[in-house]
């Protein structure tokens, strides 16, 4: 007969209160929850758990972020829960393997229940309507707020662009800056070639987004020249 290991009984994705969750922001702190047994009636059972956690890839194959190992003692006929805390930094979905004395348990599927998807935070980019005419020189000024979508807090250091609204071909970025510590931009000087051509300059900005915040595109104004 060979040697008794602890049974795998259940776990699950959680949040710092122990609430299951399926979804998270990016550098959210969570947590895999792993329930095992000794089914055992008069022995005393020692296992190495090992929780493996991975990154989603469609293409190529899962990448491999974290494993935590844990030598797990528990008395005949008892329960015990393993928490492995985990920081998701990139916006993919998560998901786990479980081995108890490096034979796999477990492995999350990818139907149901549900892995973890961590996602980028929405954001809101709001430009201040510009001035109803413009002449080349000195050019327009361009301003407005980044704030988050969840709470209306700016966002500091987030790189804006300002784009001339093209008919036929690529929008053309015209100018270029970075929001304030309250998510305030002021950006001079805003000059297009469509300025020699037409009668009339159509702009809107645009937030590039980060590893924290999706891209947000601002409502489009147009000017008269």
């Known amino acids: 007969m060979s040697e008794p290991t602890l049974q795998y009984k259940s776990s699950r994705w959680t949040?710092?209160?122990?609430?299951?969750?399926?979804?998270?922001?990016?550098?959210?702190?969570?947590?895999?929850?792993?329930?095992?047994?000794?089914?055992?009636?008069?022995?005393?059972?020692?296992?190495?758990?090992?929780?493996?956690?991975?990154?989603?890839?469609?293409?190529?194959?899962?990448?491999?972020?974290?494993?935590?190992?844990?030598?797990?003692?528990?008395?005949?006929?008892?329960?015990?829960?393993?928490?492995?805390p985990f920081k998701p930094t990139y916006e993919s979905g998560y998901h786990y393997e479980i081995s108890i004395e490096n034979e796999r348990v477990y492995s999350q599927p990818k139907g149901f229940p549900p892995r973890l998807y961590a996602s980028r935070r929405n954001a809101v980019l709001i430009m201040n309507e510009p001035l109803d005419s413009v002449t080349l020189n000195p050019g327009l000024t361009v301003t407005g707020r980044l704030i988050s979508a969840e709470n209306g807090e700016g966002i500091e250091g987030g790189k804006i662009g300002i784009y001339d609204?093209?008919?036929?071909?690529?929008?053309?970025?015209?100018?270029?800056?970075?929001?304030?510590k309250n998510g305030v931009f002021t950006i001079s000087d805003v000059k297009s070639k469509a300025l020699r051509w037409n009668k009339k300059l159509k702009i809107y900005a645009k937030f590039f987004g980060d590893d924290v915040y999706k891209p947000a595109v601002s409502d489009q104004y147009a000017i008269n020249i």
């Open 165 to 180: 609204v093209r008919t036929l071909r690529k929008d053309d970025l015209i100018a270029y800056g970075v929001t304030s």
């Open 15 to 84: 949040d710092l209160n122990g609430e299951t969750i399926y979804q998270c922001f990016v550098y959210d702190d969570v947590q895999v929850e792993v329930m095992v047994e000794n089914p055992m009636r008069k022995q005393r059972i020692t296992s190495l758990v090992k929780v493996t956690i991975y990154k989603d890839n469609n293409f190529l194959l899962d990448r491999y972020v974290k494993r935590d190992k844990h030598i797990v003692t528990l008395p005949p006929l008892s329960a015990g829960k393993i928490t492995v």
